[in-house]
């Protein structure tokens, strides 16, 4: 995926971890910040609007949706104005055959975003491929399990079973270990094998 800025960098911590989540998202190719600009008609007068951020996604059924991204209390209180814009950019898009969404914390702030924060921070680590091929090779054998079980299988030390969490968190974060990102990440969460 490539992050490339519009005219402007991101505007608040909200829109930071939208863009957190679709960078993590490997079906996302290109994430724009600022995409575009356009004018609309607003209580008489012609006015611009920008929208926050442009993702576009690769197959299965390849897609580019624009984003807004307001606090819901935000939202609640400006909604009249913001109405005129959000349509202005609800008919571009949709005469570019794009979708226009528009996310409030309730939508970004969510179990999923707490895992990608925790397992970004494992993607940067060097791979370790003896380590790896221990525990894949493991969860083969074992099916679906735990983070806890599959350590307890691989490895008969303890010492060994902690210096190898990290590596188990990579392969989660760069999907060659399935779970489900929903729900709250712990050593007891169902892991399995990715085919």
Known sequence: MALEDGA?????????????LLDFDPRVSEILVQPFSLHHEEDGARRRYTPDVRATFIAPGAEVVVYE??????LRENWQKYRARFGAAYRFCRQNGWR???MTEKHIRTPFLANVKFLR????LAEQELTTGQLLYTLKALGPTTP?????ATYMSSESRLRSIPMLWKMVGDGRVGCDLNEPLTMASTIW???
């Open 8 to 20: 402007a960098a991101f505007e608040s911590t909200l829109e930071q971890d939208l863009i957190e």
């Open 69 to 74: 991204v307001k606090y819901q209390e935000e």
């Open 100 to 102: 226009f969404k528009v």
């Open 121 to 124: 921070r494992f993607l940067r």
């Open 148 to 152: 806890q079980a599959l350590l307890a």
């Open 193 to 195: 094998m990715v085919p």
